[in-house]
């Protein structure tokens, strides 16, 4: 029977041997691709957060050089739970709201309590300060987390935060928090493990199939040898 015979056992032992190689490659495929993704995704975050406090703080300065030039006094410009400061920045987060640059990433800014003193349009509020994480920043560490969401339909939404402080003169000022929410990497995951999950089988078949050709052509000149040594017999020897 063929499922007995040398031919199919080594076309079995091929077919295992290149299944399981091509399952760690795939594995090793799908991590790393995973790893790249929220890599990429991390150091956008924190490349957009840099830039907020930049930006806003670019904002605060001509203001306050305007303030100065009309006689106000250096002192009073701290940032630290500063009205004025909070107005500049609910005026920046507003008007930035629809810069492209800023396309799907939430934007929120805290005082040095926790309270939230502006939000893009977007967020609505839909990621929060944790207890853990003001905890940490307020040391001045800055955080990545991931947060699910349920929205008022009853949806999860799943978000990669970065969460930084901004010191001024050694001291924590506000807290800049940014978000992007991980559905588009969860969906290239998802489409990668489905191509690798439908390429690894078809392919230990097709090979198999043709390595079980292979193996007939590489027995079949043993096959011949044996038929031809089985049809020797002592008349045909003493001929």
Request: avoid cysteine; glycine fraction near 4%; charge should be positive.
């Given at each position: 029977?063929?499922?007995?015979?040398?031919?199919?056992?080594?076309?079995?032992?091929?077919?295992?041997?290149?299944?399981?190689?091509?399952?760690?490659?795939?594995?090793?495929?799908?991590?790393?691709?995973s790893?790249?993704?929220?890599?990429?995704n991390?150091?956008?975050?924190?490349?957009?957060a840099?830039?907020i406090?930049?930006?806003?703080?670019?904002?605060?300065?001509?203001?306050?050089?305007?303030?100065?030039?009309?006689?106000?006094?250096?002192?009073?410009?701290?940032?630290?739970?500063?009205?004025?400061?909070?107005?500049?920045?609910?005026?920046?987060?507003?008007?930035?709201?629809?810069?492209?640059?800023?396309?799907?990433?939430?934007?929120?800014?805290?005082?040095?309590?926790?309270?939230?003193?502006?939000?893009?349009?977007?967020?609505?509020?839909?990621?929060?300060?944790?207890?853990?994480?003001?905890?940490?920043?307020?040391?001045?560490?800055?955080r990545?987390?991931?947060?699910?969401?349920?929205?008022?339909?009853?949806?999860?939404?799943s978000f990669?935060?970065?969460?930084?402080?901004?010191?001024?003169?050694?001291r924590?000022?506000?807290?800049?928090?940014?978000?992007?929410?991980?559905?588009?990497?969860?969906?290239?995951?998802?489409?990668?493990?489905?191509?690798?999950?439908?390429?690894?089988?078809?392919?230990?078949?097709?090979?198999?199939?043709?390595?079980?050709?292979?193996?007939?052509?590489?027995?079949?000149?043993?096959?011949?040898?044996?038929?031809?040594?089985?049809?020797?017999?002592?008349?045909?020897l003493?001929?």
């Amino acid at each position: 029977m063929f499922v007995r015979s040398i031919r199919f056992r080594i076309t079995l032992w091929y077919m295992l041997i290149l299944g399981l190689t091509l399952s760690i490659f795939s594995i090793s495929v799908y991590h790393n691709f995973s790893n790249n993704l929220n890599e990429n995704n991390d150091d956008l975050l924190q490349s957009k957060a840099e830039g907020i406090q930049k930006s806003i703080d670019t904002y605060w300065e001509a203001e306050k050089l305007d303030a100065i030039s009309e006689g106000a006094r250096t002192s009073v410009f701290s940032k630290i739970n500063n009205i004025n400061f909070m107005k500049i920045t609910q005026h920046w987060v507003e008007e930035k709201s629809g810069d492209p640059k800023l396309m799907n990433i939430l934007v929120q800014i805290y005082n040095i309590n926790g309270k939230l003193i502006a939000s893009s349009k977007s967020a609505l509020n839909i990621v929060s300060l944790p207890s853990k994480v003001f905890n940490s920043v307020s040391k001045g560490e800055s955080r990545f987390d991931n947060f699910n969401i349920k929205t008022a339909e009853g949806k999860i939404l799943s978000f990669r935060v970065f969460t930084m402080p901004v010191t001024e003169n050694g001291r924590i000022a506000y807290i800049v928090q940014v978000a992007s929410p991980l559905a588009q990497i969860y969906s290239a995951l998802d489409s990668l493990k489905v191509t690798l999950l439908l390429f690894l089988p078809l392919t230990v078949f097709i090979t198999g199939v043709a390595g079980a050709f292979l193996v007939k052509l590489t027995l079949d000149p043993v096959n011949s040898m044996i038929k031809t040594i089985r049809q020797i017999t002592a008349e045909n020897l003493k001929l």
